[in-house]
């Protein structure tokens, strides 16, 4: 699975959209890109996941550049609730070990 | 509500008592995972299982065993636990068929003494 690169800390305001970046240069083509969050020591929580469309859920956007290497998730309106660790996985859909290598991730702050 | 339930969520043992940590789902799903998570290393995977009866080791299953009896359930053994078990343990389920948008347990804070 392509390893991923996230920067380690961001902060945000509250109310403003956070764009949380990923490098990810060595994906191949079968492999998706998946985030996670973790909030304090519960138990990751699936955001979104995408191949090559931009993709849109109830709780963020993800962005892929057309060369696949790198994309953004975007949480457009960031509360208090969304500080948290976010974890940018790529894997092959078709993995045998169902394996999420997390990273360090991104700890995201949103200030009042 | 669907979701994974891990027991107990703390546990403090001593060296060598065997235990057992439960974790059962409820959305029907096929596959099952267990992580630790430390300080410094982030998450690891310790076993899976793709299907009843069928379980492979992770990236770090020395000292612990599974098992897949039933669907819903995938306990995590520790048959002589040592403080090096000391950690933040999570059950995962998921659809299956290569498809992990994974449900994560709540987790549990086991530390071993």
């Known amino acids: 699975d392509a390893k991923t690169t996230q920067p380690t800390s961001m902060d945000c305001a509250e109310g403003r959209a956070a764009n949380l970046p990923c490098n990810h240069s060595t994906i191949s083509g079968n492999e998706y890109v998946y985030w996670y969050r973790q909030i304090h020591s519960q138990g990751p929580q699936y955001i979104i996941h995408?191949?090559?469309n931009n993709e849109t859920n109830e709780m963020a956007s993800l962005i892929i550049t057309e060369d696949r290497k790198s994309s953004t998730l975007i949480l457009p309106h960031a509360t208090l609730r969304d500080t948290a660790v976010y974890y940018c996985i790529v894997r092959s859909y078709s993995s045998n070990t169902g394996k999420l290598i997390f990273g360090q991730g991104t700890t995201l702050q949103v200030k009042p | 509500e669907a979701q994974v339930t891990q027991n107990p969520r703390y546990l403090i043992t001593v060296t060598g008592k065997k235990l057992t940590v439960t974790c059962s789902q409820n959305m029907n799903h096929e596959y099952m995972s267990w992580y630790r998570q430390d300080p410094g290393l982030g998450l690891r995977q310790i076993y899976y299982s793709m299907n009843v009866e069928v379980t492979d080791k992770g990236d770090v299953p020395e000292g612990y065993k599974v098992s897949r009896k039933e669907k819903r359930n995938f306990p995590l053994i520790l048959e002589s636990p040592s403080p090096n078990q000391t950690s933040l343990y999570f059950c995962?389920?998921?659809?299956?068929?290569?498809?992990?948008?994974?449900?994560f347990g709540q987790g549990t804070r086991l530390t071993v003494v």
């Open positions: 995408g191949l090559k």
């Open positions: 995962a389920s998921g659809p299956g068929g290569g498809r992990t948008e994974a449900f």
